[in-house]
């Protein structure tokens, strides 16, 4: 192979891996690019965070979980937005667990706020215990949607209700979102696993992204 032609894949292949790192910085966070990822949540997320919090028509003494909940803002919005609420996050990001750890200490000090460091996939779900559960941005890095959406399920109580955002499966693709991090599920392929893990009503909309609501 000519000398050009090697550099150019080596080029590539440097790119490539590149591409990956970034991609992954923000399936899981951590070190010194965690934090540009995490400033690049903060400041790109929070309208959908405002969307989604609308849509979840919070009431007093609602109990609600975030999966993924990043560096926090979700959780400390809702927080504000409700005194008499029980709000609880897991993300496997140690970055992030700090990060959102400090950004709620004052309501994680007065047992409002309950942040878990851990995987959702490997969680023990236990029965009926909260009203609304939701996540942003977190769907694509699961490499299949039976298992959560059953632990999602099974910790709903009943008639609460489950709440997603995503991207539309063209945006992803059109960025270039690497397959080996980002699973691109359409909206359709979504929808149907819900009906599929047993939810009995599934509504979505389109806002930038797709804003999904499942009743258990
Ligand atoms: C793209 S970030 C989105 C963060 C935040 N929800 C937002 O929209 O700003 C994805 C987050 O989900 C977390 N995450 C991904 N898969 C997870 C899993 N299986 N269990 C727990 N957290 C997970 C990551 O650590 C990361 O903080």
Redesign the pocket.
Known sequence: MPQASRLQLQAQKTIEMFKNFIARQ????SGWFGNFSSRI?IRG?RN?YETIIKDMDIQPNDKLLE?????GI?IHMIADLCESCTIHG????KL?YKKASNYNKSNIDKGKVQLQY????NLSATENQYDKIF????IY??DELNKPLEITKTQLKINGAFYIFMFDVNVLIKKKAPDSVFNKYSIDQVVGSLKSAGFSEVEHYFKHGHYIKAKK
């Open positions: 923000f399936k899981k966070p949540m997320n959908k999966i993924g909940y990043g560096p979700g897991i993300d496997f990001s992030m851990g995987d959702y996939l996540c942003l941005n977190v890095f699961w």
